[in-house]
């Protein structure tokens, strides 16, 4: 490149600053010619369906996905966090394989959406919801996702600490200079700062390509993580008392804190189950997302016995129960063959934080406000916007250190997701049977705008499922200022099943009585190019997407979408 170039490319990149900061329609995207919305909506290609060429998602990738997703700090802690509320080991496993297996069935089914028909949750939803009350559905899952990527990235900073300690010791003892209310340290919020940095370049990573991150870490944290709960088994000289344990609640009591403990660890992964078409869209075949049905729960269920067991052994050797693999490889930092091992093992789980964080939140969150505002973001904007507003502007270490009561509230407001995932699988499934129109989607005048743009029946179903629920939730935030019947904490304690599986029956039941005709079409309607053409040919005709598509296009389209979505016919 010679000097030339440098030049002009330095003054081009001048001068689009200068925009930026002075004009704001210069931060206005450019409408691509090749979205299949109608020419008056505007939208990007992110959010359209994705190009074949773009579908890159093997089986291996998605299952790659889940390991990076459930190979984490979080989920190494929680089932041995089960047992300090009173129950065994193996109720802590069962736990966790139970809500793996709750997990994974509406992950699966939601994730066909995206593997059929190639689309975006935030597009997928409006078939339910409706193409308006759609957005609802649509803030919710990123109010979630902000709120829980600042707190994700906070925690992270705690593996950047344990790295600096290991290179550097001295960095243990920091001078603290920032006041109390700061919520966190000088040392803190140096580590959080190294965080984010490292995190940032790696949001930009395009969605298609996130599988080489997920394989990487992969390839680390598999001998990383035993190697840490043999060597301490090892030196405990066996798992150590504290695994075999008895329960020290019985009766009722136990039963209630079983499912408490299973609505809490299955919650803790409720909004995967609703944005995974944002991932499965990527898919090769139809057949790739299938894989995460076993692997949820084999991943989930093993790094909850490797926590279980390490909690045990550090019983047994520190004389102090480590919930946290951070902490155990703490307390190696005092030799320099121990700060090597801290080294390595933290700067893994550091990539396991990672990419935790940009799967479950970052992708989830770019999505999102690319569908509420197209003109003025894409993915790429998404995850630039979430990591300043969410890593900063929200102060999680403040959130994290001080404000109990809005993590539990924010912990509580994923009972939101569960109607929203049932009523996804009840649509999809049983009331259209897998047969939408895609351009349809995002057409505000097309068949799924039902009336002002809402569906009632998910509307109503929603409303019954939610309002029941909402006093246990304010006890939750503020347990000393409200009082609320023992039946209405009961059915809080399993509110995600209670959500998720009432939601999918009264839907279903409004349906069969009021159906929408409208939207039960006979066939598919795919997103391809070949049927947007079509479709774009004959904008002012007052045929139906389906019509044009059944009178116009039959013969082209039908071979596709056999290929494509499987079965498409009345049967």
Partial sequence: MDSLTIRQHGLAVKEKAIARLTD???????????????????????????????????????????????????????????????????????????????????????????????????????????????????????????????????????????????????????????????????????????????????????????????????????????????????????????????????????????????????????????????????????????????????????????????????????????WSPLDIIERWQGSPGGRAAAFFAASIWLLAQISVNISANGISFANDVATLAPRWFDIRRGVVLVSFVGGWALCPWIIISSAAAFLNFMSAYAIFMAPIAGILVCDYWLVKRRRYDVPALYDPEGIYRYRWGVNWRALVTTLVVIVPLLPALAKKVTPRNIRVSQGLVNLFTFNWLYGFFVALAMYYVLNYFWPDRATLIPSVVPGDASVVRAVEADVESGTTQAEKVRHEVMAESKVASVKEVGDVTIT
């Avoid at 001998?223 to 301490?232: E, Q, S």
């Avoid at 084999?298 to 047994?316: E, H, N, P, W």
């Fill in 24 to 322: 704001r329609p210069s931060w206005t995207l450019p409408k691509q010619s090749s979205s299949i919305a109608p020419p008056h909506v505007w939208t990007n290609a992110d959010q359209d369906p994705v190009p074949e060429d773009k579908r890159t998602w093997s089986s291996w990738a998605f299952i790659g996905y889940w390991y990076s997703d459930l190979v984490t700090v979080s989920t190494w802690t929680a089932a041995s966090a089960i047992m300090t509320t009173g129950l065994t080991a193996t109720d802590a496993v069962l736990i966790v394989l139970v809500a793996a297996i709750c997990n994974a069935i509406p992950t699966v089914l939601n994730g066909a959406i995206g593997a059929d028909l190639h689309i975006p949750f935030p597009i997928a939803v409006r078939a339910s919801y409706g193409y308006w009350l759609s957005y609802f559905c649509v803030v919710t899952r990123a109010i979630l996702a902000l709120f829980w990527f600042g707190v994700q990235s906070a925690n992270g900073g705690t593996c950047v600490t344990a790295i600096l300690t290991a290179i550097w010791p001295s960095y243990a003892r920091l001078p603290n200079t920032l006041p109390a209310s700061a919520g966190t340290t000088s040392q803190g919020l140096l580590s959080y700062f190294v965080y984010w940095c490292i995190q940032f370049p790696l949001l930009l990573i395009p969605s298609h390509r996130l599988q080489y991150l997920f394989w990487v870490k992969t390839v680390l944290v598999t001998p990383m993580a035993l190697a840490m709960v043999i060597w301490i088994t090892v030196v405990a000289g066996g798992q150590g008392d504290f695994f075999y344990a008895p329960a020290t609640v019985s009766g009722s009591t136990r039963a209630w804190l079983w499912l408490s403990n299973l609505t809490s660890v299955t919650g803790g992964y409720s909004t995967l189950a609703v944005n995974i078409p944002d991932f499965s869209r990527f898919s090769k075949s139809r057949g790739a997302q299938l894989w995460q049905l076993p692997f949820i729960p084999i991943f989930k269920t093993l790094v909850g016995v490797f926590g279980i067991i390490s909690a045990s052994a550090s019983k047994k050797v520190y004389g102090v129960v480590y």
